[in-house]
Each structure stands twice: as C-alpha cells, then as structure tokens.
C-alpha cells in the first residue's frame, strides 16, 4: 500500500544521522518527504576542521547503511579499529582485540556521514531538506507539525501521512508525546560529563599514535579516549567527573589542566600542543540516558533514534541502534503491507526491550571502559571467552561480540551474556576449588 496521490508527505523532523536515513528509506517506498532541520545547513557553513567529531560505526549501522546501497562509500570514509589500545599508568600501550581476526569497528566522521545521507536523500531520492526550522509543536492526533521559519519570521504548519520525530534527545516531538495521557518517560544524567579535544597529524601527515586502534587511558574514575580521522588528527575525549576532587570543576586553570595531563595521561600529553586552548574553548557535554514508551501516537506520529531512546555513548551504539530503528522500520512497513498505523504501533512494542537493553549495556560498559580493562581478571576472563568462542563459535559468543558484531536483537544479546557470565563464574569457581583439592591432595601426599 503506497501512498496515494495528493496525499500528505511523509514529514521527518530533525535531519540528523536518523532523520537523513530514515528519510531515504521512506523516499524509497514511494513517500514524498519532507525534512526540517532546527539548524542550518552544515554543508554550507565554514567548518572549523580542528573539531572534527568522530563515532564508531559497526555491524548494526553498516547493515542499515547496506540496505540503502551506501555501505561501499561509506565504508571508504571509515577508518577500521581492531580493538582497544590501553595505556596503561606504568608500562607500554598493549592491544585488547575487539574480537576475532577480522572483525573491527569503524571511526567516521559524524559530519561527513550525515552530509553523505543528506546529498543521497537529495539527490537520488528526491528528498527535500528545510534547514533553520524548528519544530515547535505537533497536533499528535492530527499528525499535523508546526514549525518557526526563523528568516522569513512566520509559523509554518504540515500535515503529515506520517511524522518522523528523529529529533535528538531533546526530541520537540517527544516533548509532546510526554503531555499525552499515561505516557511514561525518564531521564537520567550521568555525574561524568565529556570534552572534546585534539592530537594533532604528525610530520608528512603521519598518525602519532596507532592509527588502527581506539585508545583508552583508563584511570578508574574517568578515562580518556581517542578515535583516529582520516587526515591523521585524532579526536580525543576526556570523561571525567562534574564535580568533586577529581573533576571538570577543579580543573580551573590552563595550569591545572597542564599538571593534570601531565601527570595522568602523559604520552597523551606529549601529543597535545593545543590541549588548554582547547579544553577553555569547548564546552563539557552532559551525558543522558532517556527512556520512555511508547515511541508512537495514534496512526501517524512517531520517534526513534536519540529521540526514543537516547543512551551514553560507551558501547559506541547510539547512532548504531538509531540506523537501526530505521531499518526496523522499514522492515514493518513491509510486514504491515505499508499500513503506517500497525507498523509504527508494532515499532513501539517490538523495539522498547532492544533500546532498554542497550541502554543498559552502555551504562554498564563506562564501568568497563574506564576500570575493567586494566584489571588483569578483566582481561584473564576475556581471554577464556575468546578460547570458548573458538572453540564453540555458536553456542559461546562473547557479549561485545553480540552486540558490535551481529545483528541479534539487543535484549537477547543481553540475555545470552548474563547467563554466559553466570556460567564462566561458576566454572572459574569449579576450576579454582578442584585446583585447590589437588594441590592439597598433593601436599598430604607429599607430607604423609
Ligand atoms: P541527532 O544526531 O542528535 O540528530 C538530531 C537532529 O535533530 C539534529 O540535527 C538536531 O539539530 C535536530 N533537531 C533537534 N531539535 C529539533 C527540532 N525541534 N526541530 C527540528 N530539528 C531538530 N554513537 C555510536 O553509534 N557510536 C559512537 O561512537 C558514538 N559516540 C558518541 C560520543 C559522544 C560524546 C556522544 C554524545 C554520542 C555518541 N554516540 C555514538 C551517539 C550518537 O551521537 C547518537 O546516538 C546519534 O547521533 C543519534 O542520532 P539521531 O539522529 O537520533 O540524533
């Protein structure tokens, strides 16, 4: 069922990464689209290049990517990382591999990923941007969006056959879903903000630490992380308290930022000839996990991506589980024979445990990231998962693996890896105690 003639197009608010693919696919099943953009168009402003942000893309954002016939030029704007680089306090950066040989995740740019979307969805798909407009309002039971066209100073009002609210963890579209009856919504902030900075190229254009890798400082109460661009800058990212000892707010001048890198991150310091200019220069972002059911009103109003399901971005699968709301839609869509009210009814019901689980997991994973990882249990266990995947590739597969490498629903994956963990625990403590009983045994032995 496609849409008929003279009917309403399909409006998506917010062209970001969501809003630009999501776009594509509608434009794909014969919907006339619609975006409007709260900002201006990124491709026409003077970009500062010594801020370039970064994302790490993998199986779930690919496989959506592939659907839309963009995965081969997207995948030469990638940069793959087989695994993290830690650098440790005392001793040399050591490689922990993401998975098996051959299985990586990607460093993009965020700019030039959601530009590709949006000269796609332009230019092949007929699709229409309107940048500088916001939306202020939505008629949910009349799928109706009310937007400010900031230049020309007036109110412009759309109907939608179905509208779109892929508009960010501030979602104005959410907004109003959470002033409907019995809607259920949850914000949570971390105490931990971020920052962005920079390593600049080095001589000929030279990577000045291990292109092909994610680095991390892990320092148990914040760490540090950088992911690697294709002009040989990396873009670093400090995680770190609001406040207290330790913290954003201590840091309060170019010289307690100095002593601060120099003493917990010093290879990283060495790199960082621009690190004051750019630590007062940048702003500290907040980090939100946002929860809320559900993700659609009526027959024709919906969100997805950040703005049904924003999560922190340590299991980097933000933007991955956005990409793949979209393909999940499309997916109903299909299924629902192209009936916008069952399939957007469906998305709500069949996508809230995934979004839940992966928030979840990327709470959980900041633990991981900025701690576990310098723990030598830590690293023991991973090892003998990575033996048991080997050796049992379908029936043992680590939970990283789950969620980086496949396609398996996210409440599965996390399904599976708790009751792996419960096994791995209770085999160590079998391994640990018959080690013990024999050793004993040998000891008497010896003695008696
Ligand atoms: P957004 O990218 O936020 O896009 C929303 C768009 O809507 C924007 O263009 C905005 O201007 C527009 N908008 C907002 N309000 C309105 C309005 N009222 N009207 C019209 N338009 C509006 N994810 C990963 O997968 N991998 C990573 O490595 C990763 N790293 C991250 C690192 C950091 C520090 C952070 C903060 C996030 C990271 N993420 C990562 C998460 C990722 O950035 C998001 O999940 C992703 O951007 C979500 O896409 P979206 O399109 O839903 O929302």
Redesign the pocket.
Known sequence: AYPGPGEPPCVV????????LMAIYMARRGHPVEV????PDMRRLQVDRGRS??????TR?LHALAAVGLEDEVRQMCIPMHGRMIHPMEGEPHLQPYGRAGQYINSIS?QGL?ELLMNTAEARDQVRFHFD????DVDLDEGVAH?DDREKGERVVREASILIG????????RQRLQRSGRYNYEQAYLSHG?K?LSIPAGPQGKYLIEKNALHIWPRHDFMLIA?PNLDATFTV?LFMAFEGATSFEALKTPADVEAFFKREFPDAYALMPTLTDDFFANPT?S?VTIRCAPYHHGERVMI????AH??V?FY???????FEDCFVLNELLEREDGDVGRAIAAFSRERKDDADAIGHLALYNYFEMRSAVASPYFVFRKKIERVLHRLFPEWWIPLYTMVTFTNMPYALARERAARQDRLLTLGLGAAAALACVTLAALMMGVLG
């Open positions: 608010v917010g062209g970001g990464l969501a809003g630009s409007y953009e709260a900002r942000i970064n994302l790490a893309l993998s954002g965020r959601n407009i916001p939306c202020v937007f892929a508009d960010g963890a501030y979602s104005a579209v971020y962005e992911l990212t972002g980090l997805l991506g950040d703005a924003a999560v971005p980097g699968q933000g933007m991955n589980a956005a």
